[in-house]
């Protein structure tokens, strides 16, 4: 039996935050009582919407994809801004206040990364100049990672508070769909006899190894994409030396919004 282990992108980069602040964003404002705000919506505000355009020319310009609007992403930037201007701070995490990938999460995003910029200036021109002079907030912005974006702007006593939340999205799959999308590419690429089995996720509970009958091949994975199959599950397969898969899914270790899907493949 081979036997193998495959866990797509480093942990420590899916779980790359960058939390920095422009060196203006340090200050604290005046400290006044916040003005009220607006509710919340899922379309951009006009001072939204500047900072949306901005930094997808300035992405368009460097080669990069556009950044999507992600409402999840949006309502968790909203909220931390409502925070920022009722504390009157400027902060990645208020008094009493989620970190972000949790703010995100419970807003309902899912993603393999996310990344924050934060500002506060007279008006959405100058934070979005600000940002592009500081070397943190510009590797967010041309960051070719992510490909999602939720922006919060509300007007305080201290100026014009912005929020950019950004993230690389992870696709909201049930663990039978997982199986199905697995099932799907190992049948597209050459294996008839291919079906779930309680052994495959049994199987995929353990960290190495097999829980059931012996298999020729075994292999536990997690991916944040199901688009198309590891590489070394693909070489197996091409391999031709097997005519029948189990497929097996179960629920991975990480909190939070941070997403990845965990699998394993049996094959006879």
């Known amino acids: ?4 282990r495959f866990s797509g992108i480093a942990a420590a980069a899916l779980c790359l935050l960058f939390s ?9 404002p005046p400290n006044r009582p916040p ?9 951009p505000s006009p001072e939204e919407k500047l900072l949306l355009d901005a930094a997808n020319r300035e992405r368009a310009a460097a080669g990069l994809q556009a950044l999507k609007w992600n409402d999840a992403l ?9 925070v920022m201007v009722s504390q009157n701070l400027l902060l990645h995490q208020c008094l009493d206040e989620l970190p972000l990938d949790q703010r995100a999460a419970q807003a309902g995003a899912k993603f393999s990364m996310i990344a924050e910029n934060i500002a506060v200036g007279p008006n959405a021109e100058a934070i979005h100049n600000g940002w592009m ?5 510009r590797k967010n912005i041309l960051s070719a990672e992510v490909t999602a974006v939720g922006i919060a702007t509300m007007r305080g006593n201290g100026g014009l508070f ?5 993230s690389r999205p992870v696709e909201a799959l049930s663990l039978e769909q997982q199986e199905d999308r697995v099932i799907s590419l190992l049948k597209s690429n050459g294996l008839q006899i291919v079906s ?3 052994d495959a996720r049994k199987t995929c509970k353990k960290e190495l190894g097999l829980d059931g009958p012996p298999a020729l091949f075994v292999m536990h994975f997690e991916v944040t994409d199901l688009n198309t199959l590891p590489g070394d599950l693909l070489k197996e397969v091409k391999s031709r030396g097997y005519r029948k898969a189990a497929v097996g899914a179960c629920r991975s270790g990480y909190t939070a919004g941070f997403t990845r899907y965990r699998l394993a493949v049996l094959l006879n």
Not at 1 to 4: A, V
Not at 20 to 28: E, F, K, L, M
Not at 35 to 43: D, H, I, N, Q, V
């Open 74 to 82: 949006a309502a968790a930037a909203r909220q931390h801004a409502q």
């Open 20 to 28: 920095v602040c422009a060196a203006h964003s340090q200050d604290r």
């Open 1 to 4: 039996m081979k036997t193998c």
């Open 133 to 137: 002079h500081s070397p943190g907030h």
């Open 196 to 198: 779930v089995s309680e």
């Open 162 to 166: 912005a929020v950019q939340d950004f």
């Open 35 to 43: 003005l009220a705000s607006p509710p919340f919506s899922s379309y």
